[in-house]
């Protein structure tokens, strides 16, 4: 049997799922060019819960609307120095979460940035991705379309 017979596969955007962060729907850029996946946060706070160490942020998970905001909490799992496509270096608050595209679900790391300017509120990167999906750079949308504005019943 072929390996890639396993593997999900995508197109260079895909519409996925962060449910333990309460984002039913989000667009993802499918990049393998970055190795880690980034999701666009603002006013990021680090603050310790029972001990733990954890993060809350605000998400705008819609493209092109800044009024919708979801509050996010997670447990920090590592604060990193990375490198963006730029070349400029940031440090950044790292999570683990769960994703869902189409019926795969599985644990992600995420990086927390600010990608209020950028087309997609999220990247998802090659480390995401290994030894789980191909992708089709020539496709959109390979496991279906999503209407932002009904899963979050906006006008």
């Known amino acids: 049997m072929d390996e890639n017979e396993q593997l999900i596969t995508l197109g ?3 519409w996925v799922s962060l449910p333990e962060l309460g984002i039913p729907a989000i667009k993802a850029k499918v990049d393998t060019g970055a190795r880690t996946s980034a999701l ?5 706070e680090q603050y310790t819960e029972n ?8 998400v705008h998970p819609v493209q092109k609307n800044q009024d919708f905001i979801i509050e996010c909490t ?21 999570i ?3 994703i869902e595209i ?5 644990t992600i790391e995420l990086t927390l940035t ?24 020539a496709a959109s949308y390979k496991c279906g379309k999503k ?3 009904l899963v979050y019943g906006l006008k």
């Open 40 to 44: 666009h946060a603002f006013e990021i």
């Open 96 to 98: 683990e979460t769960l």
């Open 147 to 149: 209407d932002a504005k």
């Open 51 to 58: 001990g733990i160490g954890m993060v809350r942020f605000l």
């Open 74 to 94: 997670a447990p920090l799992k590592d604060k990193r120095q990375v490198t963006d496509s730029g070349g400029h270096k940031e440090m950044r608050f790292v």
């Open 114 to 137: 600010d990608r209020d300017t950028m087309r997609f509120k999220m990247l998802l990167g090659r480390t995401a991705l290994e030894n789980r999906a191909v992708v089709n750079a």
């Open 12 to 14: 260079w955007r895909e």
């Open 102 to 106: 189409d019926t795969y679900s599985y």
